[in-house]
């Protein structure tokens, strides 16, 4: 897999939108946040434009990623929201100049669709928090951010918690938002888990939603061959008047609880404001003790 190259101070970086629309106020406290950072902020042409939910048509969208991810001189696109949307554009993008000068892709969400498409390329990805929510993270979550973009070691460390199996593995960190990865199965963008250490987070789904995607993963054989499990935030699940009768985590381990690998739950990545990045395709260490979960990049 490739890495792509640290940011140095002065690099120029994108602010794009793939989905949902957004306007330049709520991109101030992010933008003054990035400019601290000592990096130059360059704005994509259609990223405030509005076309019904999403930000401009599809086209624009594509236009806008198509040219930040040719153009030499930006060294990392960070997609300013989620939502939905960029599966709609994923493939009219030609990836070939892309490959020949890799740059990071910022995201999270519905930018899920991003990170397995490029993964399977090849290319290493960055899972973190996007400029809609900068105003709202901690700051941990934010210098998580800049440190994986400026090249410095990524450790990550939370409490245990009841469900994990304990044990310690190394392979590649790949995944994602939960209903995304289910919505890419079979298609060009389908995450390759062989092999790899996944982990997978979701936001506002019901709890049977949730089974009938694990199931899915599992005779997808998506679970058959991971070297690790990591499960982030599975944040304001909802429920039906009848009980489902087993909370997100529970469901997702009973697809698992054979498999004698490491699994951790309630890591603090996702949907969170706590939400503290992880480098998609970077070889990691991954160690689940009864006394702590650490991720190692």
Known sequence: MIIPPKLNKGDKVALIATARHISKEELIPAIDIIKKWGLEVVFSDNVFKIKNQFAGADNERANDLQKMLDDKSIKAIFCVRGGYG??????????????????????????TVLHNHINNLGVASLHASMPINFKDNTVKSLLSISSCL?????????????????GVTKGVVVGGNLSVIYSLLGSPSDI???????????????????DRMAFNLFR?????????????GMTKMNDNNIPFGNNANEII????????IPICFNFPSGHLDNNLSIIFGKESCLSVSKDKVELSQ
Do not use: M
């Open 86 to 111: 960029t599966v709609r554009i994923i493939d009219k993008i030609d990836f070939s100049i892309f490959l020949d000068n890799p740059k990071w892709l910022v995201g999270y969400s519905d930018v």
């Open 150 to 166: 400026f090249g410095e070691q990524n450790n990550i460390s939370c409490k245990p918690f009841s469900l994990n199996k304990l």
């Open 192 to 210: 390759n888990t062989e092999d790899k250490i996944l982990f997978l987070e979701d936001l506002d789904e019901y709890l049977y939603h949730v």
């Open 220 to 232: 997808n054989q998506k679970f058959k061959n991971i070297k690790g499990l990591i499960v982030g």
């Open 253 to 260: 381990l009973k697809q698992v609880q054979h498999l004698d």
